[in-house]
């Protein structure tokens, strides 16, 4: 079955950096586009990136410039490097296929401090 695990949150200072991964399995990855989205407690989930199978990649216009989202069909990975992480970047971050799955992973908290 489709499994997505999401690592590589923390707690950083503003202007920090974190490298998040999602490590895919149960389909055949290099197959799927692969985004990464990230939710706030009493709000929708929000698209964040995402990488084509072709390389391409689109972004929200709030990380732009800030997040890289990369992978690598060796290992059944998504990454999204965060630099210059803000406040409101804090929340819980998630990848999935597009088109997505019904099951998502637990995904990984993100806390940026001022």
């Known amino acids: 079955q489709v499994q997505l695990v999401e690592s590589g949150g923390g707690l950083v200072q503003a202007g920090g950096s974190l490298r998040l991964s999602c490590a895919a399995s149960g389909f055949t990855f290099s197959m799927y586009a692969m985004s990464w989205y990230r939710q706030v407690p009493g709000k929708e989930r929000e698209f964040v990136a995402r990488?084509?199978?072709?390389?391409?990649?689109a972004y929200v216009a709030s990380v732009k410039g800030r997040f890289t989202i990369s992978r690598d069909n060796a290992k059944n990975t998504v990454y999204l490097q965060m630099n210059s992480l803000k406040p409101e970047d804090t929340a819980v971050y998630y990848c999935n296929a597009r088109p997505e799955f019904s099951s998502w992973g637990q995904g990984t908290q993100v806390t940026v401090s001022s």
């Open positions: 990488i084509n199978i072709s390389g391409s990649t």
